[in-house]
Each structure stands twice: as structure tokens, then as C-alpha cells.
């Protein structure tokens, strides 16, 4: 079993920054895959970026391109989304998860396991 805990969410003003982290714990092997998601009301959840655990290989919505970081942190089995220049429309709740393959990772039925979520909420 794999169990993911999200982390640092909050409240920031427009064009201020975030750091989440994501802490995987059970059977996560090194040839899996991580993936940042989010969820506003009213809308689909939708992916923001997706890493391997060696960081070599990276994936990101054009809506964040360029604002958003993802990383890895293998020694602490830990992925991050840094998150600048933060839009009110980028509030929502923000998961993790983890793919066991490399198949439609840019969509929620790649990934076999999610944290609980983290509430990211920009104010203008």
C-alpha cells in the first residue's frame, strides 16, 4: 500500500508564492511516477505536473507553465510544487498522486493512489 500526505496549503494574496510538499510512505518504487492535480468548485479536477522520482522526466499544464516548479526529494521520498506568481484562479484543492506506470499520467485514471488534498486559496 502507498499512503500520500499533502502539506502547505493556505492563504495568499495574488502573485505571492506556496511551497507544497507530498510525503509518500509503503511500496514507493523508484520507477513510479508523481503527479500534482487540483480541484476548484464547479470544475473537473485537473492536472497541474508530473515527475519521476529521479526528476529527470517533468510535465506541466500550460496554465502553469512557467509559475509552478515541481521537484523531487528521493532521500525524503517527498515531491514539491513550488507555486509563484499565484492567480486567484488557481485556487482550489491541490492532491498528489502516484502512478505505478507510465500511462496517461496528464489524467486522473493514470494514478492509482491520492493524498487527502491540500486548500489553496488565492485572494486578489
Known amino acids: 500500500q502507498v499512503q500520500l500526505v499533502e502539506s502547505g496549503g493556505g492563504l495568499v494574496q495574488a502573485g505571492g508564492s506556496l511551497r507544497l510538499s507530498c510525503a509518500a510512505s509503503g511500496r514507493t518504487f523508484s520507477t513510479y511516477f508523481m503527479g500534482w492535480f487540483r480541484h476548484a468548485p464547479g470544475k473537473e479536477r485537473e492536472f497541474v505536473a508530473a515527475i519521476n522520482w529521479s526528476g529527470n522526466w517533468l510535465n506541466y499544464a500550460d496554465s502553469v507553465k512557467g509559475r509552478f516548479t515541481i521537484s523531487t526529494d528521493n532521500a525524503k521520498n517527498t515531491i514539491y510544487l513550488q507555486m509563484n506568481s499565484l492567480k486567484p484562479e488557481d485556487t482550489a484543492v491541490y492532491y498528489c498522486?502516484?502512478?505505478?506506470?507510465?500511462?496517461?499520467?496528464?489524467?486522473?485514471?493514470?494514478?492509482?493512489?491520492w493524498g487527502q488534498g491540500t486548500q489553496v486559496t488565492v485572494s486578489s
Open positions: 498522486a502516484l502512478a505505478r506506470r507510465f500511462n496517461q499520467l496528464m489524467a486522473v485514471v493514470g494514478y492509482d493512489y
